[in-house]
C-alpha cells in the first residue's frame, strides 16, 4: 500500500507560480511511476505530468514549457513547479502513483485569477 499526501496549492493570479508537493509513504520502494493529474469544475480528469523512477518525465501539450516534475527520492516525494499560470489551469490537481496498482492522493485546489 502506498498514501499519498498534495501540498501547496492555493490562490494565484495569472502568470504568477506555484509548487505542489506529494509526499509518499508505505511500499514507496515499489513506485514506479509517480505524476499529476488535474480535473477542472465540469471536465475530465487529465494528465499534467509523470515522472518514471528512472527520472523520464512527460508533459501534456498545454503545460510543457511552463511546469516542471522533479522528485527527491530520499524525502519519497514528487514536486510540480507551475510557472506562468493561466487562468485555465484553475482545477484540483492529484498525485498518482502505481506499481502493479494505482494511488491517489485527496487532491488539492489551484485557482488562478485573471
Known amino acids: 500500500q502506498v498514501q499519498l499526501v498534495e501540498s501547496g496549492g492555493g490562490l494565484v493570479q495569472a502568470g504568477g507560480s506555484l509548487r505542489l508537493s506529494c509526499a509518499a509513504s508505505g511500499s514507496t520502494s515499489s513506485i514506479n511511476t509517480s505524476g499529476w493529474y488535474r480535473q477542472a469544475p465540469g471536465k475530465q480528469r487529465e494528465l499534467v505530468a509523470v515522472?518514471?523512477?528512472?527520472?523520464?518525465?512527460d508533459y501534456a501539450s498545454s503545460v510543457k514549457g511552463r511546469f516542471t516534475i522533479s522528485r527527491d527520492n530520499a524525502k519519497d516525494t514528487v514536486y510540480l513547479q507551475m510557472n506562468s499560470l493561466k487562468p485555465e489551469d484553475t482545477a484540483v490537481y492529484y498525485c498518482?502513483?502505481?506499481?502493479?496498482?494505482?494511488?491517489w492522493g485527496q487532491g488539492t485546489q489551484v485557482t488562478v485569477s485573471s
Open positions: 498518482y502513483a502505481s506499481n502493479y496498482l494505482a494511488y
Open positions: 515522472i518514471s523512477s528512472g527520472g523520464r518525465t
